[in-house]
């Protein structure tokens, strides 16, 4: 469950950390909701997504949890992860605004499944493990090129003209 859940997770979040402003503008850039709106918005939204796929593992990782009877180690990772976002919002918000309280949070969600994870695998022996994370090697040379992909296109964007009609990979490569 939680290499299915990395596996549909981590490309929704790679895409939507790098394409935050795009789809913010199309969704909502309209009437008095205007550019200066968008960039700020997409910068939350690109917070929020680093913390999708700690979201989706720690829901999991809590229902294993439950159902090896113990339902006080999940409530306790998930005060201790509430503390670290209430103190990480804290000391950023007068610096960064409304981007700090995403990152909090998405910060929050990723290291409460990062406990929740290591204390599962402990409680159910770390025998799983290598094979969970070597086998998902592939993948994770999957998303690489896939952000590295996303971005580019982006940036192809922001600058039209700038490499003529080479392809914005290529121009990046011939630099």
Request: with cysteine.
């Amino acid at each position: 469950s939680l290499r299915l859940a990395t596996f549909v997770s981590m490309p929704a979040a790679v895409g939507l950390f790098v394409l935050s402003e795009p789809i913010v503008r199309v969704l909502y850039e309209r009437g008095r909701f205007g550019p200066d709106e968008t960039v700020g918005t997409a910068a939350a939204v690109t917070m929020y997504a680093l913390g999708i796929v700690g979201t989706a593992t720690a829901k999991i990782s809590t229902q294993a949890f439950f159902a090896l009877g113990d339902t006080r180690t999940p409530v306790k990772v998930a005060v201790c992860a509430m503390a670290f976002n209430c103190t990480v919002a804290f000391l950023l918000a007068p610096s960064l605004g409304h981007v700090a309280l995403a990152a909090a949070i998405a910060g929050a969600a990723t290291l409460n499944a990062i406990a929740l994870t290591i204390l599962l695998l402990t409680a159910v022996g770390m025998r799983i493990w290598p094979r969970f994370f070597f086998t998902d090697i592939p993948f994770i040379l999957f998303l690489i090129v896939m952000g590295v992909g996303l971005a580019c296109r982006w940036l192809s964007h922001l600058l039209p003209g700038r490499f003529g009609s080479m392809l914005f990979p290529a121009a990046i490569l011939a630099m």
